[in-house]
C-alpha cells in the first residue's frame, strides 16, 4: 500500500473534532468528583483514539492491509471514505454515509447526547438540595448518563471501528458498570433505606416501561 497522503494525515481536524465532542459532552456531564473525572476521562480517550484514526493515521486500515487488498480488492482502502468498514465489507461502498450502519451510528449518537441533557438537570439540581437523584430520567434507570455514554461510544464504534477502539469497548463497559456500583453503595450508605426502596423499584441500565413509581421486583443488574 502507498501513503495515504491525500485522505488522512488531517491533524487539526483530529484535534478540532476532539475538542468538539469532548467540550460538547463536557457541557451535559460536568464531572465533579473523582469517579466522573475517571469516566469522563476514559471517554475522552476513546474520542481522540477513534478521531486519530479517523482523520490522523489509519493504523487499523493498515494492520488488516494484506486481508483487506486481497478479500475486497475493488475498493481503494486508502481513501476517508473506506474507514467505514462495516459498508465496505457489506456492499454500501459507493455512499458509506447512507449505509445503515452509518444511520445506525447517528441514531445512538443522538440517543447518547440526549440522555446526557437530559439526566444533568435532575441529578444537578438533586445535588444541589443534598437529596436522592430520582426524577426525570432517574425515575426509570439508575445510571442514565452512564447509559448516555455507552451510546455514544457504540455509535462511533459502529460508524467507524478501529482496533483500539474495540479493545477500548468492553473495558470501558466494566468501568462504566464498576462505577455505577461504586455510586450505588455510596447512595445507599447517604440515604440508607430511601435509596433501597429507590433501588428496589428502579433498574440499573434497562427501563421498564409504565409507571415508575408503580413497578415492582428486584433491581434490574
Not at 13 to 25: D, G, Q, T
Not at 37 to 59: H, K, Q, V
Request: avoid cysteine; aromatic fraction near 18%; charge should be neutral.
Amino acid at each position: 500500500m502507498t501513503e495515504p497522503q491525500a485522505d488522512y494525515g488531517l491533524w487539526s481536524l483530529v484535534i478540532i473534532n476532539s475538542a468538539v465532542f469532548i467540550i460538547f459532552a463536557f457541557s451535559f456531564f460536568k464531572p465533579q468528583t473523582k469517579r466522573d473525572w475517571r469516566s469522563f476521562g476514559a471517554f475522552s480517550a476513546f474520542l481522540i483514539a477513534l478521531f486519530t484514526e479517523m482523520y490522523g493515521f489509519p493504523l487499523t486500515i493498515y494492520l488488516l492491509s494484506g486481508w483487506l487488498q486481497s478479500a475486497y480488492p475493488n475498493i481503494n482502502w486508502l481513501a476517508h471514505d473506506s474507514g467505514h468498514l462495516p459498508e465496505m465489507i457489506f456492499g454500501w461502498e459507493n455512499n458509506p454515509h447512507f449505509g445503515p450502519f452509518h444511520l445506525l451510528s447517528f441514531l445512538l449518537l443522538g440517543i447518547g447526547f440526549l440522555l446526557l441533557s437530559a439526566a444533568w438537570p435532575a441529578l444537578h439540581q438533586a445535588q444541589k438540595e443534598g437529596r436522592l437523584a430520582v426524577a426525570g430520567l432517574y425515575a426509570r434507570i439508575r445510571h442514565p448518563q452512564y447509559v448516555g455514554f455507552v451510546a455514544i461510544l457504540t455509535g462511533f464504534l459502529v460508524q467507524w471501528p478501529t482496533l483500539l477502539t474495540i479493545a477500548m469497548y468492553p473495558v470501558l463497559l466494566f468501568m462504566y458498570w464498576r462505577l455505577s456500583l461504586s455510586e450505588e453503595k455510596a447512595a445507599e450508605a447517604a440515604f440508607g433505606e430511601e435509596y433501597r426502596r429507590y433501588a428496589e423499584r428502579t433498574p440499573r441500565f434497562i427501563p421498564r416501561f409504565g409507571d415508575p413509581l408503580r413497578s415492582g421486583g428486584g433491581p434490574l443488574n
